[in-house]
């Protein structure tokens, strides 16, 4: 029997009235949940706010930062894509979720989809014994001999880089983000599995992270031609590929050879307990675990380096101070890398660094689930499955002194504001999930700084706006750090 529109026209308005009512459902069910939180009254159906989220992601969460500051408890709500969101705002509620990550509370995400994204067995999605296992033997790979090992890789890397951005500036003014994000992507590629990837694969692996990096601020339609199922697929891609390297890892380290990158020390580490009992991680797990890795460093690590550049140019004597420590430990024309003991004496440069990843937290929320219905106040139950976003940006510029100052000082040994409001410096995250390679973060972001201000002059190429905050997914300036560049040294080092 054909069915005809004289046959369905009779049960329209059924269907507009059951519509109708499932979409008055939903918005009674958001109104339940965000009770007298701030935020939007009234959300479009299914999608809610998620056109503003991507159309325009600094102004949709600097609207959720407004809402969440206006109420003392410090917490705002909206709707996206058929999810209840919470904001958090309060530095101690912020510690009160990091501190529950467990299956009975909350569930840390890392992305709202994260999930298919990123795979299920990731780091960042394990709990209690497991969790501390596998961070115990990933401790090795962050060991002063493991961080200088990277150190010597990381400044070659940095030079040639800045080789190549002088060259390109001879003309005019250039934005870094791009040129950065290459040059951390070749760095975390290089320190992570150095001889396991050939030029070809380097070639398919940075294609491939850029799917998942667009993807990333897509919507979650997970169909052919969509951005996010072109991420989702990348990804496997690219856990399958650090997988062969970690195959061909342990090949090496089993043969007796010293380890040359983050994945031999790994493997080294994994062969001398597998004699102790049989080791546990298949290779496309450590393949995961290797992304994570990957994504924990690339756009986090891409976005202070462009913040340093801006504060640098903005405080000169900053950047003279720097110049000057810099020039007690290292002389280019020596020749020589800047060695672990002497980053480690760099104090005034440490604090540079940590004082830009303070004012410009790169990950400026850390997104978890409610795995249950949670007590976050006295007057507040979170909604089991809301999605929680602890808003480390915001933490930043809590307790400290004139937090809207760039004022390294505050991280010198006479002030040590770092210990004195700890709980407010949240841009390496805290409780068990806490940021496992802080410190390779740290060194990365030094020696950078100590490089570049060392080896050229820069100046920023200023327009309106230019600096303000822009989503990519981490924060960047909104020009992409456009800047004029010049050699200053005579010549550049060898790094022998």
Same mark, same amino acid.
């Given at each position: 029997?054909?069915?005809?529109?004289?046959?369905?026209?009779?049960?329209?308005?059924?269907?507009?009235?059951?519509?109708?009512?499932?979409?008055?459902l939903?918005?009674?069910?958001?109104?339940?949940?965000?009770?007298?939180?701030?935020?939007?009254?009234?959300?479009?159906?299914?999608?809610?706010?998620?056109?503003?989220?991507?159309?325009?992601?600094?102004?949709?969460?600097?609207?959720?930062?407004?809402?969440?500051?206006?109420?003392?408890?410090?917490?705002?709500?909206?709707?996206?894509?058929?999810?209840?969101?919470?904001?958090?705002?309060?530095?101690?509620?912020?510690?009160?979720?990091?501190?529950?990550?467990?299956?009975?509370?909350?569930?840390?995400?890392?992305?709202?989809?994260?999930?298919?994204?990123?795979?299920?067995?990731?780091?960042?999605?394990?709990?209690?014994?497991?969790?501390?296992?596998?961070?115990r033997?990933?401790?090795?790979?962050?060991?002063?001999?493991?961080?200088?090992?990277?150190?010597?890789?990381?400044?070659?890397?940095?030079?040639?880089?800045?080789v190549?951005?002088?060259?390109?500036?001879?003309?005019?003014?250039?934005?870094?983000?791009?040129?950065?994000?290459?040059?951390?992507?070749?760095?975390?590629q290089?320190?992570?599995?150095?001889? #396991?990837?050939?030029?070809e694969?380097?070639?398919?692996?940075?294609?491939?992270?850029?799917?998942?990096?667009?993807?990333?601020?897509?919507?979650?339609?997970?169909?052919?031609?969509?951005?996010?199922?072109?991420?989702?697929?990348?990804?496997?891609?690219?856990?399958?590929?650090?997988?062969?390297?970690?195959e061909?890892? &342990?090949?090496?380290?089993?043969?007796?050879?010293?380890?040359?990158?983050?994945?031999?020390?790994?493997?080294?580490?994994?062969?001398?307990?597998?004699?102790?009992?049989?080791?546990?991680?298949?290779?496309?797990?450590?393949?995961?675990?290797l992304?994570?890795?990957?994504?924990?460093?690339?756009?986090?690590?891409?976005?202070?380096?462009?913040?340093?550049?801006?504060?640098?140019?903005?405080?000169?004597?900053?950047? &003279?101070?720097?110049?000057?420590?810099?020039?007690?430990?290292?002389?280019? &024309?020596?020749?020589?890398?800047?060695?672990?003991?002497?980053?480690? &004496?760099?104090?005034?440069?440490?604090?540079?660094?940590?004082?830009?990843?303070?004012?410009?937290?790169?990950?400026?929320?850390?997104?978890?689930?409610?795995?249950?219905?949670?007590?976050?106040?006295?007057? #507040?139950?979170?909604?089991?499955?809301?999605?929680?976003?602890?808003?480390?940006?915001?933490?930043?510029?809590?307790?400290?002194?004139?937090?809207?100052?760039?004022?390294?000082?505050?991280?010198?040994?006479?002030?040590?504001?770092?210990?004195?409001?700890?709980?407010?410096?949240?841009?390496?995250?805290?409780?068990?999930?806490?940021?496992?390679?802080?410190? #390779?973060?740290?060194?990365?972001?030094m020696?950078?700084?100590?490089?570049?201000?060392?080896?050229?002059?820069?100046?920023?190429?200023?327009?309106?706006?230019c600096?303000?905050?822009?989503?990519?997914?981490t924060?960047?300036?909104?020009?992409?750090?456009?800047?004029?560049?010049?050699?200053?040294?005579?010549?550049?080092?060898?790094?022998?």
């Amino acid at each position: 029997m054909e069915l005809t529109w004289s046959m369905v026209t009779p049960y329209i308005p059924y269907i507009i009235s059951i519509l109708a009512l499932l979409l008055l459902l939903e918005q009674i069910s958001y109104l339940k949940k965000k009770r007298f939180l701030p935020g939007p009254t009234f959300v479009f159906p299914f999608i809610g706010n998620a056109i503003s989220l991507v159309t325009n992601p600094t102004k949709f969460w600097d609207l959720q930062s407004s809402h969440a500051k206006s109420t003392p408890l410090g917490i705002s709500a909206n709707y996206i894509i058929g999810r209840y969101i919470l904001y958090i705002y309060s530095s101690d509620l912020s510690h009160k979720i990091f501190a529950n990550v467990r299956p009975d509370a909350f569930h840390l995400v890392g992305h709202p989809f994260g999930k298919k994204l990123f795979g299920e067995h990731n780091l960042i999605y394990m709990f209690g014994q497991d969790h501390k296992d596998l961070r115990r033997r990933i401790a090795p790979n962050f060991t002063p001999r493991a961080l200088q090992t990277y150190t010597n890789i990381q400044q070659r890397i940095i030079l040639k880089h800045l080789v190549c951005w002088l060259k390109k500036s001879e003309n005019g003014s250039i934005p870094l983000r791009i040129l950065c994000r290459d040059m951390n992507l070749e760095t975390s590629q290089t320190v992570f599995v150095g001889p #396991y990837l050939n030029e070809e694969s380097r070639k398919r692996f940075n294609t491939d992270y850029n799917f998942f990096n667009v993807g990333l601020m897509k919507l979650p339609i997970d169909f052919p031609g969509f951005a996010f199922r072109n991420a989702r697929l990348a990804v496997g891609r690219l856990i399958e590929t650090l997988a062969g390297c970690a195959e061909e890892s &342990e090949k090496k380290m089993k043969s007796g050879e010293e380890p040359t990158c983050l994945i031999d020390f790994w493997m080294q580490e994994n062969l001398r307990e597998s004699s102790e009992k049989p080791f546990e991680y298949s290779f496309p797990e450590i393949g995961g675990h290797l992304f994570d890795f990957l994504f924990a460093s690339q756009d986090a690590s891409t976005s202070s380096l462009l913040w340093a550049v801006v504060f640098l140019d903005k405080h000169p004597r900053v950047l &003279e101070r720097v110049r000057k420590e810099v020039a007690n430990y290292w002389v280019p &024309e020596n020749d020589a890398v800047i060695t672990g003991e002497q980053l480690g &004496e760099m104090k005034y440069t440490e604090a540079v660094a940590r004082e830009v990843v303070r004012i410009r937290a790169p990950a400026t929320m850390v997104p978890h689930i409610a795995g249950v219905d949670f007590p976050l106040t006295k007057d #507040y139950v979170i909604p089991k499955g809301t999605i929680v976003f602890p808003s480390v940006f915001d933490s930043s510029f809590q307790g400290f002194t004139d937090p809207d100052r760039f004022e390294p000082d505050r991280f010198m040994e006479d002030r040590q504001e770092d210990r004195v409001y700890k709980k407010n410096f949240l841009a390496f995250g805290a409780g068990a999930h806490q940021c496992v390679g802080q410190r #390779y973060a740290i060194n990365h972001l030094m020696l950078f700084i100590a490089m570049f201000a060392t080896l050229v002059d820069f100046k920023r190429d200023q327009t309106d706006g230019c600096d303000e905050i822009s989503y990519v997914p981490t924060i960047v300036p909104k020009d992409d750090c456009r800047v004029f560049l010049s050699q200053r040294c005579t010549r550049f080092p060898t790094l022998s």
